[in-house]
Each structure stands twice: as C-alpha cells, then as structure tokens.
C-alpha cells in the first residue's frame, strides 16, 4: 500500500503553515498522521500538498493557562495521557489508554483526532463531555469554535479547508467534579463501538448539579447525550435507577456495520453511560 | 571426547533466534538482486462477471513500467494453478494464473504490472483499466446448492464439485436402537490464516544457464518447484526453489499459488528478476482461506450417555476454485469424526461446494478442527440431555487403555494413547471439583460463569503415501541427508521445510546426541531444493514424526558405516565395537575413538577399510506406516457480562500427549501458539463477504486477531505415550493446541448461558451475538 | 528531498521523495530489512522502530517526517555477541517462532522497559496491544519482556 505522490512542506511557523496551505488548493495537514497516513496509502484521500506541522515549535505544549487547560493541536495521545496538568481529569488517561496502541500513541494527535472526526474516534467524547474548545487558524484569522459545534456530520468537522487547529483547551477542573470515560472495543481496530466520556459536578451526597455526556462510536458523529444530561440534573441517582435513566437517550440514532447492530450500539450506550456516569460521581464526590 | 549430557528432552534455546532477534535474516521480501523488477497485481473488484475490457494504455505510460500483462498473453504458454487433489469423481475446472475472461472471487488476479520501482508499479496498476459486467454471486455455501443459485462455473451445471456420502453399515441400526439422539447444527467459520509474513515470490530466470531461481515464502519449496515445471514447462533440473526465512505459514503456504508459476514466467519472458510480496489486503483476499463448514450432527446414545454412533452432514466450502489440497480437507473431518470416544459407527455424507470466494485449503488442524468441534459439541448435548457431568460422560466413552492400536469405524487406526491418565491428570491441574464450586457460587451471586471441557484426539504425520499420483510428485514421506565433515562436524539436508518451529534445533539435538558431539558441530540445511534434493515440507504436524525420523534414520546409517570403520581401526570386530555417546571402543578394551578420529579417517582414507567406499554420509527417507494419534484434554473457566456479552477467559488448563518430546521449550511454544489460534477463531476471527461477494473482512481494521491482552496465561502439563510408529516415539504438536481450545471455550460459554436455557451458540463468539441470546433468554 | 538522520547511532543523508515510507527508506534505501511490513494499517506493529526514543510504527510515517531525527531499527539494538537485554530475553524464553513480527516486538518492548521497569503480565500485554503475533500465543513473548526486565533491572 503506497500513497499518491504528493509535496511536502515542514514550516515552522504556524503563519507559514497557513500561508502554505492557502496557497496550494487541496492542500493537507499533516499531523500525527495516523488516520491520514493510512487513508492516503488506501488511496483513499490525496492531496497535491501536505504541511507537516511537526516542525512548529511549541505546538505540542500542555500547559495550565488563563484558568484553562491548553493542549497544543500537535500534542500526541501519549502527552495528553500522560501529562500531569491532566492527571485530575481521568478521561484523558482513561481515553488514551483505551486508545489504539502505544505506538500509535506517539505519533497521533488528540487534535488531529478531532479535525479528523471518525465517528468512532476517542477523543471526541471526551471533547464534548469536558466543555472544550478549538482554536482554528487560517490566512483570514483565528476563530475558536465551542466542542458542541465542532462535528458537524460524517468525518466532517468545523475545520475548513485552509484552517489549522493550532490549539484545544478546556476549562481547569473546579471542586467536586469528575470525569470518567470507558469504551468497548471494536476486536479488530480497536476503534469505539461505543465510548462514553463524562464531566459530572456533584455534591458530596452524590447529588447532580451538573452533567455533560459525550458519546462517540454510536451515531454517524459524535453527540451530547444532552436529553440524558437534563434528566439527571438535579437527581442523585445510581445503580439500576441511573441504568434506568440512561437506557433511553433520545440523541442515540445508532450506525450499523459489520462489528455492532444499531440494536446493539443503543443498548452499550445505556450500559456504558450509566457505568461511565458512576465512576465520575464517585470521583466528583471525592474530589 | 568427553561424555556430553544428552540433549534430546532438554530446553535448548533456538540456534534459529541470534539471526531473527537481530533482524538479520532474510525473507523473501528482503531479496535484492541485480536489474531486480516489480510485480503489482491488478485483482477483481468483483465477485463474479465477465471481464468486457482490460486497457493498459495509462498503466503503460507510467514512467518506469516494462511491461503489463494479462491472461491473454499467457494464454497456451501456461497451465494452471495446481490442485493435486482432485477426488474421484469431482467436478473441477483448472483455475488460471490470471481470470480468463470471467472472474470468480473479489481478488482474483486479472492483470500484472511490471515496473522498475513497487511504487511505479502501484501506481500504474491503479491505472489499469478493467471493466468487468458483473453477475450475480453466490458467497452461502447453502444457498450455493439451491436449484437456480448462481453457478460458479456454467459448464459443470452445478456448485457441487463432488459428494462424498461414506456410510457405515451399522450406523442405521444403531439410531433406530438408540436410547435418544441429538441433532445439533454447527458452522465452523471461515477464518484467514494470516501469517504475519504474507506470501512473496523472487524469480530470476538466467537465460545463460538456462536456470530459474525461485525464491518464495512457502512451506513445501520441492513441491513448489515440482508444480512450476509442470505449469510453465520447464525441466525440474532447471529449477531451484528456495524458500529462505519463512514468516509463518499455518497451512496458507503449502499450496503452489497462481503467482508462484507467473513470476517466473514472467522473469524468463523479460529475463530480468521480478518480486512481488502481497500486501495484508492481497493476503486477507487471495491466498487460502480454512475451515469453512456447517455440519448437520446427529449422535445416538444409550441410556448410560454411550455414543453409539455418529450421522453427519458437511457442506465445506470449497470457494471459487480447487486449491492444492483443499477438496480433501473435508474428508479427514470424516477421518476424526469418532475423537478419542469408542463410537460403533459413523456414517457422514459431504459435500464440497463452489461458491464466489477465495478458495479454502489446509488450516491449522485441516479439517480435524471441524471433527473435533463437532464430536465435543455433540459430547455435551447428550450430556444436558441426560443431566449427566460433562466429565463423566467423557469417562465413558473414552477409548479405554490397552485398546491400542485402536481401528476406529471410520477406518482410522489410533497408534497409541491413555485417554484416563490424561484427563486424570488434567483434571488434577485444573481443580474441576474446586472450578465447578467456584462457578456455583459466582452463579449464586447472579453472574454468568461457565466451565469448560475438551477431550480430543487428532491426525499427525500423515502417511503411508498409498494411492499418491500424478500431478503430485511426491509423497508422504520425508527425506534427510547427512554428511559429516572430516572434523566430525555433520551438516543435516532434511526436506522439511520448517517456518518457526524450531526444527534447526531440534534436529541438530538429535543429531548431537547420536553421535556425541557438540550441538554447534551441527548445521541444519532446509529450504532449497538445490541443496535439499528431495523433500515434503513442514505441515500436518510431520516435522519431527516424518522429517525428524528420517534425519534418525540417516543418522543410525551414518553410524553403522563409523562403527565398520571403527572396528577396521581399533581391529577388532563390528560386532565387539560399542558406540556410547559418540566414543567407540572394544568390548572390554582401553583403546577409545571419538567421532571425529572415524569422520577424519573416513576422508583422509590413510588406512584403507576394506570393503567401504571413503567418506561419511548417508540419505534416508521415512515413509511413515500408518498416522500417530496425540491427544490431550483443555479445560477452561469464562465469566460474560450479563449487560454486554462480553466474554471473558479467565483459565486455561492444557493437558496434553505427544509421545515423546525433543525439545521441551519449543513443544511449549507450538501448544501455546495452537491454543490462542484456535481461541482466536472462537472468539474473535471470521472471514465475511458480503452478499454480491465483496470480502468485508479484507483489513485488521475488520478481520479480528488474537491479541496478548485477551488471554490468561494457560497451564500447562503432560503425560507421554510414546508413538509405536517411528522410532522417535513421537506424536506431532503443530496442530494440536488449535484442536481441542475451540471446543473447549464455546462448551464453556455455553455452560456459562445453560441456566438462562441456552444450549447452542456458533463462533465466534462476540459480545453482541451472546448479548442477544442472553435477551433472548430473558424474553 | 533531501533528508538527514542519525540512523543506529550513524549520521545519514538521503534523497527521498515526499510519499516513501520510513518503513520502505529503511528496507530500501537504507538497506536494513529487519524492520517488517506485516499490515499496512498500523495495527500489527512488526514494523515498530524508535524515533527519537518512542516506539512508533514506520508503515505510517514518512521518511521525510524523521528528518532530523534519531532513529534506532532492530539492527541497531545489539551485536551478536553483546545482545540488548529485550533480544537475549527473546531468546531465552523463546519469545519467537517465526521470527516475523519479533523485531517489531523488540522495539516495543524495549520501550515499554524504558518507562516500566517491573511490569505485570497484565501491563505488559496491554502494552502490547499493537504488536501481532501469530505463532507464539504471547505466553513466552510475556515471559520474554519479564526476562529482559529482570536483567534490566538487575544487570543479569
């Protein structure tokens, strides 16, 4: 398998970078390269251009900054699992664990991950359930776009051709919250038939104040389970009652293919919210 | 020479590893040579149809490309891809090197790109423009044999290559007299073998000489190179075939595949090299696929849970075409229909189909998996029926000890075994009473928890060669040559062909230790026909049983002729020489020479031994009398997610008997690499076409393989029971661990679901496919 | 395009087109076939090599991305009388069959060391999650990397 000939490009700059990829149409990022790489050797995608981003200084920075958590569009699945700015925020080593493989880890990219949009991707979940944000760059400026408008349909994110995204962060991790996201394998890709990521706010009796449910594996883009989120608002709730609460999500409109029937997604996604759900209360309630 | 300790039954580490642990040895894809050329194959994007156009006009163009061909280039210049088992009364059609007009499998060759560099040659066969006017495939094999289902091949008028109904007479009367039946329908699913190395092939055809070298990943080099003179033409004299570090093999490389004949065709047609390694893709859809079979069992009992006799239904699939050995499979399903269990009778009817697919051929275990599935399923449906212990029922049916040689109704003969003192043993190891309170009290928690159990018995080293006939050239037995150096060093030449097993060390243990020297003095030649002059190959788990009998074989010919020589030199008598670790002497003399002193006068031939031609060699071939029966019993423990199907392996307990063993640690690394494959095809793998025929399974994004974080580590031990049938005492341990694990953990998830009511499930067993039943339950 | 690395601790330069693969530069340019093409799908990992000290698997990479970079193969681990601790594991334990996917396991392994010291069977096949092997059924790889682990941390 061998992809198409095409140019290469390793600026240094984030301005160079966007500079080249307006000037050549059809031009592509390149990240970590894992879904890219892959998908260009399938023939499947091609482009005249790739501007590798790995060369640009300080794009793969974590840091705590203006009470948000900022992780650079190149910081691979390895830093972010690993990264102690992150470590309060269990979703994010628990994602990363649960995703692909360590080589795999070390050269993908959470941010690549999400301009990518795989509807069975990890980090998405993860990115819609902890409130995050992307900053995208291009020749006509920056503009951040919210978690909750970043996927937009199949494989299809915000990013428009000519942006890069330079950045994604979310807000710092405040009292009594916690976050929790577990996942079941596809056997073969390792992919998500189903992944649940969850931000929960919740007093020490276990009491919902707040809720926010990522999904990702289940429908053709990844969704908030927001009717779950507004029923449990409020609630405190677990075991077969919260199993209850989340056996009907009303955003779940499941895919079908060779490794799980929508059937079959719609019922994981009760099961797996529910557990997901708990272990974050758990951590809210320890936090 | 001092006393070497005896190395045959020790834990040698592999004199194979220094090379592969380094990444120093050489694959067939790490072949360069000079002017060397690049093949890219453009394959059917189509199950079936009738191919209306093949343009190479932009291939062509591309920079770099020689040449691109296609069938109509080859046509009357080529035969076929080679079949040497065509069953009596078969319907067969010779399968071409490229599609001749009609496709039949999604991957099938129809046209090669030629090219300077593999990314030219990528890139120009994408650029082959191939229209095909689809029709409509058949991929079920069921549905294959339906009236009106699409045919395979027009001219035959029917999917069904051949039906083989073997009867027993008593089977009949047994059911009728039968305390009850069971009737159980089981599908064995289509798997890939997948050997991490794909198959590749290197052919240089140098027209000075006039000699091809064929360099190419498989596991019978002599066969191959006997199956491309037959197909191109070309004196077998002319033809060497190596096959250098191969990457595995698992069955998928003892055919001689279309592409093996066609590069060198193709080498002499440009007298330049050409390789071509296939990618993951190409492996997945156009080399051998195994299994493939669903099989209606029926088992007739007496009130006691004795099997009285078997009736069976197997539709195997065949796929688009007659692979080498593929129509014979099935036939050895019927062969262990019995297991290790003293059933009267069976009778089993197959039939061996065509259907739009890649076509099946030998498998791990080929077509004894199948019968031992089969039989263990059955086991435990009269077992339920009869609310009797699955332990128990084996116990009665068991061969008993002393019975052997056993003649089984299906005509095989059992060379040996201990069926009780195995699974008395496994049963020890394992702790059944303590898994069996252990399940109960997890079920009393509400979890579903399930043992499971495998008694079994399979096929190695098959022989005699009885009935062999062209175009196989070969039969069952296995060659080696020895020929000691005048230091006392001995290069062994054995025609088995090994891939990972280890037979480098374990010969040169052998070797050693028959005539006392040193394992490094040993050198293991395989792989090349050139060096090797006659052989079989590594496969059916004959290795050591045939391969490495006749590597003693030559070894106790080489001796004879040292000991002549010795008793000339030590004057004495032949008869007055003793021979202990490599040191002759006379009887009751001090006068001692080692095996060097005679290999260095064997060559300078100083003294003259009358009677004897100088030097020290012998060859030897092994053509086994009859099959060696290993056995052995799996048990296991599983839990599933009531909420998720998920499976989990908690235990593995191997119990198992394979004769005498060489090398201990490699006997480990083939029950252990057969175990996890034949779980790997009940929890995990299956090939899966789509209706029209499109392989959906043709990436490891789809096709799910074994991974180390899915298993436990398994328990290990066994009892031996040396095999009568050749001198080693030795059974065959390739295959065995695939046998008995597949049975064994479906009968454990099955005894996990038995108190919701379940009683059936097929591989592989997903976690939705057990959600469901476990719903189903609860409705 | 011209590209420079430091190949097995030797500095190199090489003239790439853009599309060649680490994988292919390495079996083809650089003339070191230790490194295994098992999948193309970044999922068997008999291809892993280190890049700058991180296990990565070079069927999904360019060549051109490692400019500049430290890159270490399986050819570069150890010499045939001075073994890397992973390889003399390996051996030991008969860690392989085939030997096809072993270097690939290799150079896992060796990174997994790096940063775990004293794995569990259970870390150490989790981090072996990206490497297939066909033959071997993991139990003596598992055994393998516990063996290297051990002389590792010992010198033994």
Known sequence: MIPAEFDYAAPRSLDEAVRLLSGTEGAKVLGGGMSLIPALKHRLSAAPLLVDLGRIAGLDQIALSGGRIRIGGRATHAAVMTHPALASMHAFAEAGELLADPQVRNRGTLGGSLVHADPAADWPAVFLALGGEATLVSAKGTRNVAADDFFESLMTSAVQEGEILSEVSFPAPTPRTGTAYSKLRQLASGFAIVGVAVWVRAERTGVIDDVRVGVTGVNSVPFRARSLEDRLRGKAVSGPALRAFCAEIAEADPMSDLHASAEYRRHLLGVFAARTIERAIARAQQA | MALKPVMVGERIKRREDPRLIRGMATYTDDVKLHGLLHAAFVRSDHAAGRIVKIDATRAKAHPGVVAVFSFDDLRGQVGASPCTAILPGMKHVPHPLLADGEVRYAGQPVAVVIAKDKYVARDAALDVEVEIDSRQAVVD???????????????????????????????????????????????????????????????????????????????????????????????????????????????????????????????????????????????????????????????????????????????????????????????????????????????????????????????????????????????????????????????????????????????????????????????????????????????????????????????????????????????????????????????????ASPHGQGQETAFAQMVGDAFGIDIDNVNVVHGDTDRVTHGVGTFGSRGLVVGGTAVHMAAQKVLAKAKRIAAHLLDTTEERVNVESGVFSVVGGARKLTFADVASAAHTWGVAIPGEEPGLEAVARFEPTGTTFPFGVHFCTVSIDKETGQLALERFVCVDDVGNIINPLLADGQRLGGIIQGLGQAMCEEVRYDESGQLMTATFMDYAMPRAAMFPRIEMDSTCTPSPLNPLGAKGIGELGTIGSTPCIVSAVIDALSPLGITHVDMPLKSEKLWRLIQGAAR | MKIRLTLNGEAQEADVAPRTLLVHFLREDAGLTGTHIGCETSLCGACTVHVDGKAVKSCTMFAVQADGSDVRTIEGMGEADALHPVQKGFWEEHGLQCGYCTPGMIMATSALLAENASPTDAQIRHALEGNICRCTGYQQIVNAVQHAARILREGK
């Open chain 2, 141 to 495: 094999v069921e549905a294959a044999l339906q009236a009106g289902a699409p045919l395979v091949y027009e001219q035959l008028g029917t999917n069904l290559a051949v039906h083989l109904p073997i009867a027993h007479p008593e089977t009949e009367r047994l059911f009728a007299e039968a305390h009850g039946t069971v009737s159980l329908r089981l599908v064995n699913q289509r798997v890939a073998p997948v050997p991490m190395e794909g198959r590749a092939v290197v052919a240089h055809w140098e027209d000075g000489p006039q000699q091809l070298t064929v360099w190419t990943s498989t596991q019978t080099p002599h066969g191959c190179k006997q199956q491309i003179a037959i197909c191109l033409g070309i004196p077998e004299l002319r033809i060497r075939v190596i096959a250098p570090e191969v990457g595995g093999g698992f069955g998928q490389k003892i055919p001689t595949y279309g592409e093996e004949c066609l590069l060198p065709w193709i080498s002499k047609k440009l007298r330049r090299p050409v390789k071509w390694a296939e990618t993951r893709t190409e492996n997945l859809a156009a080399s051998a696929h195994g299994r493939g079979h669903v099989s209606q069992v029926e088992a007739a009992y007496d009130k006691d849970g004795k099997i009285l006799a078997l009736r069976g239904q197997t539709i195997a699939e065949l796929g688009a075409y007659a692979s080498m050995l593929g129509p014979a499979i099935p036939t050895f399903t019927h062969l262990l229909a019995a297991g290790p269990y003293t059933i009267q009778a069976v009778s089993w009817d197959i039939k061996v189909v065509y259907t739009h697919t890649m076509a099946t051929d030998a498998y791990r275990g080929a077509g004894r998996p199948e019968a031992a599935y089969n039989i263990e399923r059955a086991m435990d449906a009269v077992a339920a029926k009869l609310g009797l212990d699955r332990v128990e029922i084996r116990k009665r049916n068991l061969i008993p000890v002393g019975s052997f040689p056993y003649q089984a109704p299906t005509g095989a003969i059992y060379d040996s075994g201990n069926y009780q003192a195995c699974l008395e043993k496994g049963l020890a190891k394992f702790d059944y009473a303590g898994a069996v309170v252990a399940r109960d009290r997890a079920r009393a928690e509400g979890k579903l928890a399930g043992i499971g159990i495998a008694t079994f018995t399979e096929i190695c080293g098959l022989g005699p060669s009885t009935g062999t006939a062209p175009p196989a050239r070969a039969g069952t037995w296995e060659s080696a040559e020895l020929r000691v150096e005048p230091t006392g060093a001995v290069t062994v030449m054995t025609g």
